[in-house]
């Protein structure tokens, strides 16, 4: 099992990535912590728990993060993902409760606990990640690894280069990928290419009542591109699963936090800077394989 710390901000597709990890037994969630992005995090927060009673995981440790990037005006994405983040389903009333401490100083609680290193994988704004790596040093040996979806190098879904994630927060996501971790970057490279069809989504309607609750807000879900929708978070938890699926390459890789082409996020892929990396990119994905295993990872979730 992959202990996992699970960084997020629900999101249609943050919701698809939360109904694996919280069903797929091969990873440990030692805590779940939100983050402002697609929506405020008042409601990222309430979509958390949202999700944890909808799969009966009251044993989640939730806890609440940042409700604004480090420098930049938080501007959110209701645009593509709703009002509320996670539109069209009706969750009824939801019995579970967050932790009394911030998303920062429950990381730092939980990697300090733990006996072995944790895999921290971040869908959102790096903005908690950023505070952690700036406030707490000391726990940062304790990350087995940082998987995050964020960035591009082939075009951006803000601006010409810039992707959400990082755009909404670039100073964070500066701080994140000059820290010295271990990185792997699942950004729009591959994203874009692993599309959900519409034949998928008539299958998972039919499934069980996680793929009902999907595809309902599938239904009011923005991002759309010609031959599918997106599942950009869900492409970290394929990833950690079938890495074989993906191919990477190993780049120094920087954010742009001002300008025109702020949030940008630039390989030096003829090392003219140097010869150093410190992330390794996604460039290729199995279609195919992601969109089976998607379907199947769904089907499988049981509706006790
Ligand atoms: C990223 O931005 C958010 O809107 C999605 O949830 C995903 O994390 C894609 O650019
Ligand atoms: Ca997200």
């Given at each position: 099992?992959t202990p996992?710390?699970?960084?997020?901000?629900?999101?249609?597709d943050?919701?698809?990535a939360?109904?694996?990890?919280?069903?797929?037994?091969?990873f440990?969630?030692?805590?779940?912590?939100?983050?402002?992005?697609?929506?405020?995090v008042?409601?990222?927060?309430?979509?958390?728990?949202?999700?944890?009673h909808?799969?009966?995981?009251?044993d989640?440790?939730?806890?609440?993060?940042?409700?604004?990037?480090?420098?930049?005006?938080?501007?959110d994405a209701?645009?593509?993902?709703g009002?509320?983040?996670m539109?069209?389903y009706?969750?009824g009333?939801?019995q579970?409760?967050i932790?009394?401490?911030?998303?920062?100083?429950a990381?730092?609680?939980?990697?300090?606990?733990?006996?072995?290193?944790v895999?921290?994988?971040?869908?959102?704004?790096?903005t908690?990640?950023?505070?952690l790596?700036?406030?707490?040093?000391?726990?940062?040996?304790?990350?087995?690894?940082?998987?995050v979806?964020?960035g591009?190098?082939?075009?951006?879904?803000?601006?010409?280069v810039?992707e959400?994630?990082?755009f909404?927060d670039?100073?964070?996501?500066k701080i994140?990928f000059?820290?010295?971790?271990?990185?792997?970057?699942?950004?729009?490279?591959?994203?874009?290419?692993?599309?959900?069809?519409?034949?998928?989504v008539a299958?998972l309607?039919?499934?069980?009542?996680?793929?009902r609750?999907?595809?309902?807000?599938?239904?009011?879900?923005?991002?759309n591109?010609?031959?599918g929708k997106?599942?950009?978070?869900?492409?970290?938890?394929y990833?950690?699963l079938?890495?074989?699926?993906?191919?990477l390459v190993?780049?120094w890789?920087?954010?742009?936090?001002?300008?025109?082409?702020?949030?940008?996020?630039?390989?030096?892929?003829?090392h003219a800077?140097h010869d150093?990396h410190?992330?390794?990119?996604?460039l290729?994905?199995?279609?195919?394989?992601f969109?089976?295993?998607?379907i199947a990872?769904?089907?499988?979730?049981?509706?006790?």
């Amino acid at each position: 099992k992959t202990p996992i710390i699970f960084d997020t901000d629900p999101g249609i597709d943050d919701a698809a990535a939360i109904s694996i990890l919280l069903t797929n037994p091969a990873f440990d969630v030692k805590l779940m912590t939100s983050v402002a992005g697609n929506v405020t995090v008042d409601k990222t927060t309430t979509n958390i728990l949202k999700l944890a009673h909808f799969f009966n995981r009251q044993d989640i440790k939730v806890a609440r993060g940042a409700e604004k990037p480090l420098v930049k005006k938080f501007e959110d994405a209701s645009h593509i993902h709703g009002e509320s983040g996670m539109p069209g389903y009706d969750f009824g009333e939801v019995q579970t409760t967050i932790l009394d401490l911030s998303a920062v100083d429950a990381m730092v609680e939980v990697l300090q606990s733990s006996p072995e290193k944790v895999t921290v994988v971040a869908v959102g704004a790096f903005t908690n990640i950023a505070n952690l790596i700036t406030q707490h040093p000391e726990v940062i040996s304790k990350i087995e690894r940082l998987v995050v979806m964020g960035g591009s190098l082939s075009g951006g879904n803000m601006t010409s280069v810039a992707e959400f994630n990082v755009f909404t927060d670039p100073d964070a996501a500066k701080i994140v990928f000059n820290s010295g971790l271990d990185i792997t970057m699942i950004g729009l490279d591959v994203t874009l290419k692993a599309l959900i069809s519409g034949d998928t989504v008539a299958k998972l309607q039919g499934a069980n009542e996680t793929g009902r609750m999907l595809t309902a807000m599938m239904a009011f879900y923005g991002d759309n591109e010609e031959t599918g929708k997106p599942m950009h978070d869900v492409n970290t938890l394929y990833y950690l699963l079938h890495p074989e699926s993906y191919q990477l390459v190993d780049y120094w890789v920087d954010v742009v936090t001002d300008g025109p082409a702020i949030g940008g996020t630039v390989a030096d892929i003829r090392h003219a800077y140097h010869d150093k990396h410190n992330v390794h990119v996604a460039l290729g994905v199995d279609r195919p394989a992601f969109e089976q295993w998607f379907i199947a990872a769904i089907g499988q979730i049981s509706d006790e």
